[in-house]
């Protein structure tokens, strides 16, 4: 079975402009949360999804949005692009919303700010 | 308050011996779950192993146990029989009770290096 799938894998923006990123969780998951890593930091948590509800939301501006489809594929977006977003951006896929013992991590998308 | 404490930013070990790597942890909650997570170069978010709050016995998988102290609040990952491939950074994680969903609190990482 395919594991979490995120692209693109590196893009590069400028301050200002607009990024969508994406995620399709492994099959049959339905839990999409998304993180973001700064270099030389853990990851810290940005949004988590299950069947299309927002169910969690960490301490970021309201410029990052997300949605979950009907397929449970998840789009994250930054709007006014800041220099201090540039980060590795993750998700990871489980099969519940609340328990379990499987957080399932993507390859991630790096994305760097000029 | 800092929930998840690395305190080894960066660890070595021989090939083929055993590595302990440190994580406490803060939560009131009595319903919690503790995560092992490897980081390679790439970025790639590996995950190793997990433990819950009620697991009585420690957990393992493979070459990885996870040292769970509850009354000390420490859930330590041991790597016995260290390949090269193991360097990498390692990230404890901790997720709360229910009411936070999925979402998981990760330490600053500890980086890891095997030598030859």
């Known amino acids: 079975d395919a594991g979490v799938t995120q692209s693109p894998t590196h893009l590069i923006k400028t301050r200002g402009q607009h990024v969508t990123l994406r995620c399709s969780p492994i099959?049959?998951?339905?839990?999409v949360s998304w993180y973001q890593q700064v270099l030389g930091q853990g990851p810290q948590f940005i949004f988590q999804?299950?069947?299309?509800?927002?169910?969690g939301r960490g301490n970021f501006p309201d410029r990052f949005s997300a949605r979950q489809f009907p397929n449970y594929s998840s789009e994250l977006n930054v709007n006014a692009l800041l220099l201090g977003d540039s980060a590795l951006y993750l998700c990871?896929?489980?099969?519940?919303?609340?328990?379990?013992?499987?957080?399932?991590f993507g390859p991630g998308t790096r994305l760097t700010v000029l | 308050a800092q929930k998840i404490t690395q305190t080894q930013p960066g660890m070595f070990v021989q090939e083929k011996e055993a590595v302990t790597l440190d994580c406490t942890y803060d939560?009131?909650?009595?319903?919690?779950?503790l995560f092992w997570y490897k980081q390679p170069s790439s970025g790639e978010m590996i995950f190793l192993i997990y433990?819950?709050?009620?697991?009585?016995q420690n957990a393992t998988e493979g070459r990885y146990s996870l040292n769970f102290q509850k009354a000390r609040k420490s859930a330590n990952l041991v790597i016995s029989a260290s390949q090269l491939g193991d360097s990498a950074m390692y990230f404890c994680?901790?997720?709360?009770?229910?009411?936070?969903?999925?979402?998981?609190?990760f330490g600053a990482g500890t980086i890891l290096r095997v030598k030859s």
């Open positions: 990871a896929s489980g099969k519940t919303s609340v328990w379990g013992n499987e957080q399932f």
């Open positions: 099959s049959g998951h339905k839990s």
């Open positions: 999804y299950y069947e299309k509800e927002e169910r």
């Open positions: 939560t009131s909650d009595q319903s919690y779950g």
């Open positions: 433990q819950g709050s009620y697991d009585e």
């Open positions: 994680a901790m997720r709360e009770g229910r009411e936070y969903g999925n979402k998981l609190v």
